[in-house]
Structures are given as structure tokens and as C-alpha cells.
């Protein structure tokens, strides 16, 4: 099978846009096709493919669609703002609510196939992720956006101004590609460090680790605690299904059953094994409607030979990381313009708090928000480029990455990508660690991956997946240490942050936390707008 | 992880070598694609619903082969299976426009 050697330093493809998009799950489609709307002439390119790639195409999401009644929309405004630990803001959530229902109009528009109600009304609170990004995929090549798929960025170009454009690599050419933009929107998803989450082991970080070393910003990293329930060996993390399931031990005798089991199951996992069976499906209409309905949450089962309304299958939890946390890019206003000139950021990989505080987005909050940020960004990247009087190709751009590149590589030794990733996930993945978190067992784990940094000096592999697999090394190892710093920052227990020996909500620790750099990590803090109306009961428990 | 490619069924499109979002098949000159590295596929089942032919098999687990062999799928009828439950196809209603989506998204909230 054909391995590409890749000469170093020669740039194969060279071009030039207006915004260049990095990823393309939804909210890298809606970028460019906003981006495209607004006059820009737009490049997209995905590691993957535009339709399949991400956490959204393999699945389906809930949207979070409010009517916009005024006082249904202040109920929801102000019940997140509590769940959220006040870290979000009123305004936001309002645009978020206006924004996306202007959008899904436009989806219906599109041809996406909205079931309607008795009365013809479009019932459209629910996207099957198949058929929605097969859609986008349509309408941003409709829009005249360059669809460029199978070619991760690996770096970003940057100079005195700001950030001007990337370079990567064509996973099935081997060829490399520069393109130079005046404006980039980094959507590439959160980091879900190859926990194996449906569709997720595209979401390793890279464009967060890009966007850090051109000097951005991140944002709410310690709030990534989620773990998601399959069943053993499967990728399919759909938790909320375990509402028609009873729980069992692995003596047989049942534990918990219906509504919010999921939420249980780092308890009880810890403890030793946990079946489900969907045994509150307890008609054959009830298991023939859900079987029709849901056939990414049973196809898997059924071809493992698993009755699941009869059998007991057991469960197992793939972390989520800050997919379904909150943490991403720091955002500094309403066009999702990130810290550095010239940088947005969208969905996953943008830092959610303005909309979700400190707990999850939950799939609803995040394909709501993946739909809105990405229309903001692009809007806002257009307009930024096309106002420049430099053209890109005339700027003195230079490349910006070094972890994990040939660019950083100081040291003898070759780097071994999977090792690598493997002693990351040692880190990151297991519940005692970072579900659990303690003071001491955080700042252990956190030495332990400061330990491996070295390791990114080493000689990159020739080959195409030696070149990309050290980026996504240096991406999944850096997100970790993102993660765990900001983790032990927040000494108190607020949304999805908790530490063992800070079990409390902490009033005076009311702001976001702010963290800048790779190597050396600063950290500082950030004022809400709502801190003042945080008010805790008199014992002061934990939100 | 992706574990049959159907020689018998295949018609060399290479759809599944552009759209498998973590590059695990190979185009081959001349001949059905490859599975190059079997253990990057993350089991999202996407190449299965893009195939045409229905000549791929996804098994449900992630991280172990079981060596299901292309005989044994063909009489349990389980090859291309996934894409008829989703709709995809000639003559087929997908599932997004069925209206017990909606329902099932509005009891559980997925």
C-alpha cells in the first residue's frame, strides 16, 4: 500500500482566499457558508470529509429552539444562567434563541426533510446528523466555497498583524498546501483525546494547539468532566436512551432505572461493572418505535447480537473532554473574533461560556451553538478580510506551529506518535483521574504530562499519518495540560470543575478563567456580567 | 471497526477512501480499495451509508476485530443493513423525515 514521503519544506498547492475554514462539521459549514454570503471568497478544509467528519454527522442533535414567547425565553435565559454557575451571559442566549431559528428556516428551505405536525407546521427541533451535513455539504458548495476534504491544517501563518492563513498536508496526495487568508475560522471541534465517542476520534485538538501558538487565548477548560455511556466495545454514546433502561450490578440485581441513569454511571462504574437493559420499553409498540426511530443506538446492539429490551449489556463510558465541556477559544465580541487579529473561532472549538457557563452544552446548547458561531464567524471573518487593504499573498507570513512539526524537532530521538498518545490518554481518560479530581491526583497527572513534553522534540516520520498522527500527539498532550492547569486554578466545585478538597461553590470565584501559552501556561481571570446576581443558599452547596 | 470490503459487491467508486473521516481505506489501482489501517477506524459507520454498492461491513466493536467473514453476512443478512434503516438509498424514505424522530427526540432529549 502506497506510503507518501513528504519532501519537507516544499509547499505543493499554493493559493490564496479571503477566510480559509479549518473543519468541517457544522459549524465549519456554516462558517463558510456565511463567510460566502457575505462577499468572501472562501476555502474549507477538513481532515476528514465535509458530511461525515465530527461529533454531529455520524449521530443526530436535539436543537435548542425556544418560541419566542418573552416569558418562555426569560425562564430559559435565567434557569441556564443558574445551571451555568453564572458564567453566561443574558444576551448571548437570547441571540443564540433568535439566531437559530432564522437558520433552520433556512435549513427547511435547503430541502432538509422536516417532519410536520397535524396542523403543517415544520416540527423542527431535530437534526439526523447523516442527512443534515449532507445538506451543508450542498449549500456551501452551492455557496462557492472550495470544499477541500482529507487535508488537516497542521499550522498556522502569522505575522506582526496577525494571522494570515495555514499549511497542511492532502492525507490521500500526500501533497502539501499553503493558503493564504487575510481571515481563519478555527472550527475544528473540541478534544475528545481518541476516547472512541461516535464520530469523535476526528476531534484531537490541533486547532486549538494551532490558534495557542499564534498567542490566543482559551477559556473554561476546567469544565470538561463529561463522560458519555456506550455499550462495551461501541462507539455509540447516546446516554439519554437509558431513560427506558433499568440498570443492573454484575450479580443481576437492579440499581437505578428510567430518567437521568446516565448521570450515574461514573458512581457506579467505579464500583465495578454495569449492565443495562432498555427494559422499561415494555410494549412491542414501545420497542418498535424506538428501534425505528433511533437505528444509530440499536444497529450496533442488533449486530452484536444483543436484544437490548431483554439482554443485560454491559456499559462502558468514553470521555468527552472539552467536546462536551464548555472550554475552547476565548471569543472577545459578538463576530467570534478570537484574541489575535485576523482569528475567529466557532462550535466545539470556540469556548461556549458566553452561552452555556460552566456546565454542558449538552447536544441541544452545542448544535445550537455550532449553527449560530458559525454564522457569526463567518460573517465576521468575511467582513474583517475583505476590509484589509493588504492582500495576504503580499504579507510576510511565516509559519506559526512547532509542537509536534519538524520546525519544533530538537532532539535525536524519532517521535513515536502512538506511544505518545497512549501515555496522554493514561492521563486523561480514566474516571479516578478526571472524573474524581482530587488537588493531588491532578497535579500528579499534570506533572506526569509535563514529563512527556520533551518527547515532541523529536524527528517527525516522513509518511503522511506519521506527520499528522505527531500533530494530533502534541494537540491531544497539550489539551491535557490545558485541561488539568485550568482544573486546579478553579479551587471549587462550579458546573462540570470539582476538585475533592473544594466541594463548595465559591462565590468569589465568580469569573472565567483565562489561559495563554504551550509550554509555560498563563493563567488569569476574566469578570461576567452576572457575577453580582449569583446567590447561594444559606449552607452555600455546590450548583 | 470497518471489517468486509465485498469484492463481489464493490464497484470500485472509492467513495469510502474520500469520505472516511479517518482515512482508513486506500485506493488501489485497478482493484476494490484496502483497508490500510484498520485500527484508526473509530466505528462511526459513515462509509457504510455512502457506499452504493452496500459492499461494507462496520462490526459494532471498536476496539477488537471480530473476523466476521463476508459469507456469514451475506446469510445473516446483515451487509448494508444500516443503510435501509437510515433510508438512504433508491426508493427509500430516510429517517429524518419521519415524524417518530421528533417524538423520540422530545421524550429523551438526545
Known amino acids: 500500500m502506497p506510503q507518501h514521503t513528504l519532501q519537507e519544506q516544499v509547499v505543493r498547492q499554493q493559493t490564496t482566499a479571503d477566510v480559509l475554514v479549518l473543519g468541517g462539521g457544522p459549524a465549519g459549514a456554516w462558517a463558510a457558508w456565511s463567510a460566502a454570503s457575505h462577499g468572501a471568497k472562501v476555502i474549507l478544509a477538513d481532515k476528514g470529509y465535509l458530511g461525515t467528519s465530527g461529533a454531529t454527522a455520524p449521530g443526530g442533535t436535539t436543537l435548542l429552539v425556544i418560541p419566542p414567547v418573552a416569558k418562555l425565553r426569560e425562564q430559559a435565559v435565567a434557569a441556564r444562567l443558574r445551571a451555568g454557575g453564572y458564567l453566561s451571559e443574558n444576551a448571548w442566549i437570547h441571540r443564540v434563541l433568535d439566531q437559530v431559528e432564522r437558520n433552520l428556516e433556512l435549513v427547511e428551505q435547503w430541502g432538509y426533510p422536516f417532519p410536520r405536525d397535524e396542523a403543517g407546521r415544520p416540527l423542527r427541533t431535530h437534526l439526523h446528523g447523516p442527512e443534515y451535513m449532507k445538506l451543508m455539504r450542498r449549500v456551501v458548495r452551492k455557496a462557492g466555497v472550495k470544499i477541500w476534504d482529507q487535508s488537516p491544517a497542521l499550522e498556522l501563518l502569522h505575522d506582526r498583524h496577525g494571522v494570515g492563513g495555514a499549511r497542511g498536508v492532502n492525507r490521500l496526495t500526500g501533497e502539501t498546501w499553503e493558503v493564504r487568508a487575510n481571515a481563519v475560522v478555527i472550527a475544528t471541534g473540541g478534544c475528545a483525546f481518541l476516547s472512541k465517542g461516535l464520530g469523535c476520534n476526528v476531534l484531537t485538538g490541533e486547532g486549538l494547539l494551532m490558534a495557542a501558538e499564534t498567542g490566543a487565548d482559551l477559556s473554561g477548560m476546567e469544565f470538561s468532566r463529561q463522560y458519555a455511556p456506550s455499550f462495551e466495545g461501541g462507539t455509540v454514546t447516546r446516554g439519554r436512551m437509558l431513560a427506558w433502561a433499568t440498570l443492573y450490578d454484575g450479580a443481576g440485581r437492579p440499581i437505578l432505572r428510567g430518567d437521568r441513569t446516565f448521570g450515574s454511571i461514573p458512581e457506579l462504574l467505579v464500583k465495578g461493572p454495569v449492565y443495562a437493559s432498555l427494559d422499561l420499553a415494555d410494549t412491542p409498540e414501545k420497542r418498535e418505535f424506538l428501534r425505528r426511530a433511533h437505528p444509530i443506538f440499536f444497529m450496533p446492539l442488533e449486530r452484536a447480537g444483543i436484544d437490548p429490551f431483554r439482554d443485560k449489556f454491559p456499559l462502558t463510558l468514553r470521555y468527552e473532554g472539552t467536546m462536551r465541556g464548555t472550554g475552547g477559544l476565548r471569543l472577545t465580541g459578538a463576530d467570534c473574533a478570537a484574541s489575535v487579529p485576523g482569528l475567529y473561532a466557532a462550535g466545539d472549538a470556540a469556548s461556549r461560556e458566553k452561552v452555556t457557563g460552566a456546565i454542558s452544552g449538552g447536544g441541544a446548547y452545542n448544535a445550537s451553538w455550532a449553527i449560530c458561531s458559525g454564522s457569526w464567524a463567518g460573517e465576521g471573518a468575511a467582513r474583517y478580510a475583505l476590509s484589509q487593504t493588504r492582500h495576504a499573498d503580499s504579507r510576510e507570513l511565516a509559519p506559526a506551529g512547532r509542537h509536534g512539526l519538524q520546525a519544533g524537532a530538537d532532539k535525536p530521538h524519532r517521535l513515536e506518535a502512538k506511544p505518545l498518545i497512549a501515555a496522554v490518554q493514561r492521563e486523561v481518560l480514566p474516571l479516578e483521574t478526571n472524573y474524581f479530581r482530587s488537588e493531588a491526583g491532578v497535579s500528579a497527572a499534570l506533572r506526569r504530562l509535563d514529563s512527556l513534553l520533551p518527547e515532541l522534540g523529536g524527528v517527525i516520520p516522513s509518511t503522511v499519518q506519521g506527520i499528522v498522527q505527531s500533530r494530533e500527539a502534541a494537540a491531544l498532550l497539550m489539551a491535557g495540560r490545558w485541561i488539568y492547569t485550568a482544573a486546579l486554578a478553579r479551587r471549587e466545585t462550579r458546573g462540570l470543575a470539582h476538585l475533592a478538597e473544594y466541594p463548595q461553590l465559591d462565590p468569589q470565584q465568580t469569573h472565567r478563567l483565562i489561559l495563554s501559552g504551550t509550554v509555560r501556561i498563563g493563567i488569569r481571570t476574566e469578570s461576567v456580567p452576572h457575577a453580582r446576581e449569583l446567590q447561594l443558599p444559606a449552607e452555600g452547596r455546590a450548583i | ?110
Open chain 2, 1 to 110: 471497526m470497518i471489517e468486509v470490503i465485498s469484492a463481489a459487491r464493490c464497484v470500485e467508486c472509492n467513495q469510502c477512501v474520500s469520505v472516511c473521516p479517518t482515512n482508513v481505506f486506500d485506493r488501489v489501482e485497478g482493484d476494490i480499495p484496502v483497508i490500510a489501517r484498520q485500527n484508526d477506524c473509530q466505528t462511526c459507520f459513515m462509509c457504510e451509508l455512502y457506499c452504493p454498492a452496500d459492499a461494507l461491513y462496520v462490526a459494532p466493536d471498536s476496539e477488537a476485530v471480530s473476523g466476521v467473514t463476508e459469507a456469514e453476512l451475506e446469510q445473516s443478512g446483515l451487509i448494508g443493513g444500516y443503510r435501509e434503516k437510515v433510508g438512504w438509498g433508491k426508493g427509500r424514505q430516510p429517517v429524518a423525515s419521519h415524524e417518530y424522530m421528533i417524538k423520540l427526540a422530545a421524550r429523551a432529549g438526545f
